[in-house]
T-cell receptor, first 110, second 114 residues
Framework: GIQVEQSPPDLILQEGANSTLRCNFS?????LQWFHQNPWGQLINLFY???GTKQNGRLSATTVATERYSLLYISSSQTTDSGVYFC????????????FGQGTILTVHP | DTEVTQTPKHLVMGMTNKKSLKCEQH?????MYWYKQKAKKPPELMFV???????INESVPSRFSPECPNSSLLNLHLHALQPEDSALYLC?????????????FGPGTRLTVL
């Protein structure tokens, strides 16, 4: 099956700093989503981005499908950004099956 | 409204108990999913329903029994679970089963098996 690798595994920031999270995948994808999982376990959709670039406030994401990676940018980080960020992909023939990366644990200190 | 609801929020059960988890969405989605997430691990797909029919079963043990009684509801029946089944169980839905659609997740049920 498709492999998904996220880096870095852990990231510690001071409030106000910027960061970039990376997701590499091993095969072509039709679906790529970025999620933020809060401390209570809720998975919050950030972006549906199988290709191209999107922005939503302080967050933006870019997926370069031909090179099999996606980046999530967080600018001016806030303590509420803390949590686990997951990249999840659906491979070309795996309809409905989202495969998640191991996640990046982000801690933002005040 | 992009809300998926799950009940109960927390569940503690013994190994001989029978219990059920419930998931509901009113977005008109026709694909619904169960995921299992162990502590400090990513979610893993268990089952997928498409138009109320089981489409994917990721070799889940038979002590987990899914049911989709209608297009808005998804249940997961639990029987004779083991302590290692303790986890966060997440439900999700998407418009259709396919590759061009966002999956929306519920808040999860945190299950503890004693």
């Amino acid at each position: 099956g498709i492999q998904v690798e996220q880096s870095p595994p852990d990231l510690i920031l001071q409030e106000g700093a910027n960061s970039t999270l990376r997701c590499n995948f091993s095969d072509s994808v039709n679906n790529l989503q970025w999620f933020h999982q809060n401390p209570w376990g809720q998975l919050i959709n950030l972006f549906y981005i199988p290709s191209g670039t999107k922005q939503n406030g302080r967050l933006s994401a870019t997926t370069v499908a031909t090179e099999r990676y996606s980046l999530l940018y967080i600018s001016s980080s806030q303590t509420t950004d803390s949590g686990v960020y997951f990249c999840a992909v659906e491979g070309g023939t795996s309809y409905g099956k989202l495969t998640f990366g191991q996640g990046t644990i982000l801690t933002v200190h005040p | 409204d992009t809300e998926v609801t799950q009940t109960p929020k927390h569940l503690v059960m013994g190994m001989t108990n029978k219990k059920s988890l419930k998931c509901e969405q009113h977005m008109g989605h026709r694909a619904m999913y169960w995921y299992k997430q162990k502590a400090k691990k990513p979610p893993e797909l268990m089952f997928v329903y498409s138009y109320e029919k089981l489409s994917i079963n990721e070799s889940v043990p038979s002590r987990f029994s899914p049911e989709c009684p209608n297009s808005s509801l998804l249940n997961l029946h639990l029987h004779a679970l083991q302590p290692e089944d303790s986890a966060l169980y997440l439900c999700a839905s998407s418009q259709i089963l396919g590759s061009t659609d966002t999956q929306y997740f519920g808040p999860g049920t945190r299950l503890t098996v004693l």
